[in-house]
């Protein structure tokens, strides 16, 4: 992977399931989305990253029109599940992704390539 194609810069986040009182009920206002902590305890927030978007599409659905872009992420591979993955999203240039697909290169140590989406669920 080549460092000057990483030129952009993006946040995983996950969606938290929030705080809970002692009779096990969640407390209004926490949770959320929240950046991403590995378990080594580093933040993916302003991780280095090649964002290439790719052509946008309409589709009808209802009495609404609905616009979506395809986008494709390239960065340094660090340790995380692919299922797991699957559940965070991506805020880059105030947009959030929807990931569809984690894959690694041929020896899977060196980079992932993200498969995401803009726009139809809106990073829900």
């Known amino acids: 992977m080549l ?5 952009h810069r ?13 009779n096990g009920y ?16 580093t933040k993916l927030a302003d ?24 986008a494709r992420i390239n960065l340094r591979w660090f340790p995380a599940d692919e299922r797991e993955m699957a559940a965070w999203r991506i805020v880059w240039d105030g947009r959030v992704y929807n990931i569809t697909s984690a894959e690694t290169d041929i020896t899977a140590r060196r980079e992932w390539r993200l498969r995401c989406e803009y726009g139809a669920s809106e990073g829900q």
């Not at 790719?54 to 979506?68: D, I, K, L, N, V």
């Open 10 to 22: 993006i946040t995983f986040q996950v969606n938290g399931e929030g705080d809970r009182d002692d």
């Open 26 to 41: 969640l407390i209004p206002g926490t949770g959320g989305w929240q950046t991403v902590t590995l378990p080594d305890g």
């Open 47 to 70: 991780v280095p990253a090649e964002v290439l978007t790719g052509p946008g599409r309409e589709t009808q659905g209802g009495a609404a029109t609905q616009a979506e872009t395809l």
């Open 3 to 7: 460092a000057h194609r990483l030129r």
